[in-house]
């Protein structure tokens, strides 16, 4: 750990006695000391700041010269540990009622002798640099993160085309092993990212209108099949009315349900019972989720402590642990930022239940899924632009997921020359590329003439704040899916924009 020793200026103190000539005279001869230590039988008992004191030398110059410098010296100066980690105090400046003009700090050790001084402006100077490192540090982390993630989703997919080929027994095992790794790793990471961004107040929550009996379905649906899969039984319940939509957002939720029932799965085999109940209020609904276990393997009182302390000693050491904690510590946060808690108690038997609870906006009713639109009443084909091999492969992927066929090129300028051609009914093109960009090659397909101008453009980028999103809407884009791309997102929008294609031939 670095500590204020790194910091400071260790040069010898001065008598109480000096005259302030001869502290005058130090200061002139070093333009960069900040402040002079006096100490007696080898403790700090003043601190002579060089502005103020200065100051007051070409002020009172006659008077002072030969006066001792214990006259004019300050006799309370802010005193620290040498040991202390110089963020801590730092953050200690910001509360601190100790007047402005002390500008410097006397270092001490642990029995309170002098050790050196060190000027707060430096010291500040070095923090500034260290919390700049740090974030460089982590965007690179973040950056590293996405370009993982997206190798990942990389793998998944060509996994997910071998699983559908006939193979021998032994094949299929290992392609079902790198498919379950490559998810479990890409689940591990994102969450990760998450929870950095939840620390850091970065964690963005998405509200949007959603019917609870479809969270509810879907988190039936996603955990159902895994509990079999492992001995287990999930039995998932719904009480609230049919139709009660909450604006929430419903990813965010499904991360809290993924980690309650991930951790009573990972304590036993044995029956889960989970719940979300709505309750309308006015005009909010008050909603609780459960996750109860009969689990009986670990006590009680260990389960208690990697619920509230998931992150605690001893669980990093192990990747099933560290993924069972970052979840928690997850959706400890993620249910923070919705304003609940989530709460846990042993049963009267065995097993522990999990609790949230929070409260939302009620939004109105949502469409019944027979009048849901389709992505297109016919194949669309799809122009897929991007320099990265595996962002291709992961693009086609879910093209063929949704019976959409597709071509591939890898930058800008053969993105513009296969438009050209017309043969297009969509574009997903990728923005940092080669030769030329996704956004000088949008606006030059804009500017071809005929049908191939008016082709919608999707813009396929991990940049996707709201300066980042006007730029690509301004240059003709019709909208941004991110990466790694979710492929309900696109879905979405693949929907909204080939069902308008679909229109205009029918009209």
């Not at 007696?40 to 410098?69: S, T």
């Not at 005193?79 to 105090?89: A, C, E, I, L």
């Not at 009713?365 to 962002?391: G, M, Q």
């Not at 949704?402 to 574009?427: K, N």
């Amino acid at each position: 750990m670095e500590t204020l020793a790194r910091l400071i200026d260790r040069r010898d103190p001065v008598d109480p006695q000096t005259s302030c000539r001869t502290v005058l005279e130090i200061f002139a001869s070093e333009p960069l000391l900040a402040a002079l230590a006096i100490t007696q039988a080898g403790a700090p008992i003043g601190l002579v700041y060089r502005d103020v004191f200065v100051g007051q030398m070409l002020v009172a110059a006659d008077h002072l010269n030969e006066r001792p410098v214990s006259e004019v010296m300050d006799p309370e100066p802010r005193s620290v540990r040498v040991s202390m980690d110089p963020g801590v105090f730092v953050d200690a400046l910001a509360t601190s009622a100790t007047p402005v003009f002390r500008t410097a700090f006397v270092a001490v050790d642990e029995h309170g002798g002098y050790v050196g001084v060190g000027g707060l402006a430096s010291l500040l100077a070095s923090h500034r640099r260290k919390q700049r490192e740090a974030r460089e540090a982590m965007g690179l982390v973040e950056r590293m993160a996405r370009d993982i993630g997206q190798h990942l989703d990389g793998v998944q997919a060509f996994t997910d085309r071998l699983e559908h080929q006939r193979l021998a027994p032994d094949a299929a095992a290992c392609v079902r092993a790198i498919s379950d790794t490559s998810r479990d790793m890409s689940d591990i990471l994102g969450r990760a990212m998450d929870l950095h961004r939840a620390a850091t107040g970065g964690l963005a929550l998405s509200p949007e209108p959603t019917r609870l009996r479809d969270l509810a379905d879907a988190v039936e649906a996603r955990w159902a099949p895994r509990a079999a899969e492992g001995g287990s039984t999930l039995l998932f319940s719904y009480d609230g009315e049919p139709e009660a939509a909450a604006l929430i957002d419903p990813s965010r939720l499904l991360q809290v349900f993924d980690a309650l029932i991930d951790g009573a799965l990972a304590h036993g085999r044995g029956v889960i019972e989970a719940s979300l109940r709505a309750r309308l209020d006015g005009d909010r609904l008050h909603l609780e989720g459960d996750v109860r276990d009969n689990a009986a393997a670990v006590t009680a009182e260990e389960r208690l402590a990697r619920v509230f302390d998931p992150l605690g000693e001893g669980r990093m050491d192990d990747r099933a642990e560290m993924a069972l904690g970052v979840g928690m510590a997850l959706a400890h946060r993620v249910v923070r930022e919705m304003g609940g808690q989530v709460r846990a108690e042993p049963n009267r038997g065995a097993g522990l239940t999990l609790r949230f609870a929070l409260s939302a906006p009620a939004a109105e009713a949502i469409l019944d899924d027979a009048e849901e639109v389709t992505v297109s009443a016919r194949p669309a084909h799809i122009l897929i632009v991007d320099d990265n091999a595996t962002n291709r492969m992961v693009a086609e992927a879910l093209c063929e997921m949704f019976d959409c066929t597709s071509e591939q090129v890898v930058d800008g300028v053969e993105a513009v020359e296969a438009a050209r051609t017309g043969r297009f009914d969509l574009i997903l093109m990728d923005i940092k590329m080669p030769r030329m960009d996704g956004v000088a090659a949008t606006r030059a397909i804009r500017d071809l003439t005929g049908p191939a101008s008016v082709v919608p453009i999707v813009a396929l980028t991990a940049n996707a704040g709201p300066e980042d999103v006007a730029v690509y809407l301004a240059a003709g884009m019709q909208d941004v899916v991110e990466k790694p791309i979710k492929p309900e997102r696109l879905a979405v929008v693949l929907s909204a924009l080939l069902a308008g294609e679909d229109e205009q031939e029918a009209a």
